[in-house]
T-cell receptor
Framework: NAGVTQTPKFQVLKTGQSMTLQCAQDMNHEYMSWYRQDPGMGLRLIHYSVGAGITDQGEVPNGYNVSRSTTEDFPLRLLSAAPSQTSVYFC????????????FGSGTRLTVV | SQQGEEDPQALSIQEGENATMNCSYKTSINNLQWYRQNSGRGLVHLILIRSNEREKHSGRLRVTLDTSKKSSSLLITASRAADTASYFCATDKGNMLTFGGGTRLMVKP
């Protein structure tokens, strides 16, 4: 099993550019989510999805869009990149419902200049 | 805002010693989870304790949960250099897993 796969691993964007961070899982998990991690801090939830066609906002959703057309994929779109979005982004998946741990991808390190 | 807060923020011990990390949270939860993050890597799930459980063990890990005090602790016994990492607690309220700021553990050989 590949688990949770994130691409790209590194990306540099100019302010105002848009891009999509890819996330795919092969565990048939219903639940998928995106987090950002800033230096010395924990993770903050951006968006999540409990199944195909269903998405919802987390703690810090502004400037990001998501969609969930399949169970496997959950891309995160940056609409107009800003320096404040410089961060490490993690995708995670889990079985939906209580009492399941999350499986995390290895992260995408994004720098906006 | 972060639901969980870890204490201490940093911990340095010698190999073979025990390491204890604490986590406090603010609201009711379904469960509390602990994760490990090695430098530059993703998070790895260590252990989950349900709100109706008080203690759980997994190998060298022991987790306690006190819902009346809204706190949890993670004990790593007989630490190894390979345990050097950041450790995060996360509270699950259903659909949203909220992380604390983490404890950076260094285990010196």
């Amino acid at each position: 099993n590949a688990g949770v796969t994130q691409t790209p691993k590194f990306q540099v964007l100019k302010t105002g550019q848009s891009m999509t961070l890819q996330c795919a899982q092969d565990m048939n998990h219903e639940y998928m989510s995106w987090y950002r991690q800033d230096p010395g801090m924990g993770l903050r939830l951006i968006h999540y999805s409990v199944g195909a066609g269903i998405t919802d906002q987390g703690e810090v959703p502004n400037g990001y869009n998501v969609s969930r057309s399949t169970t496997e994929d959950f891309p995160l779109r940056l609409l107009s990149a800003a320096p404040s979005q410089t961060s490490v982004y993690f995708c995670a998946s889990s079985y939906h419902g209580q009492n399941y741990g999350y499986t995390f991808g290895s992260g995408t390190r994004l720098t906006v200049v | 805002s972060q639901q969980g807060e870890e204490d201490p923020q940093a911990l340095s011990i010698q190999e073979g010693e025990n390491a204890t990390m604490n986590c406090s949270y603010k609201t009711s939860i379904n469960n509390l989870q602990w994760y490990r993050q090695n430098s530059g890597r993703g998070l790895v799930h260590l252990i989950l304790i349900r709100s109706n459980e008080r203690e759980k063990h997994s190998g060298r890990l022991r987790v306690t949960l006190d819902t009346s005090k809204k706190s949890s602790s993670l004990l790593i016994t007989a630490s190894r250099a390979a345990d050097t990492a950041s450790y995060f607690c996360a509270t699950d309220k259903g659909n949203m897993l909220t992380f604390g700021g983490g404890t950076r553990l260094m285990v010196k050989p």
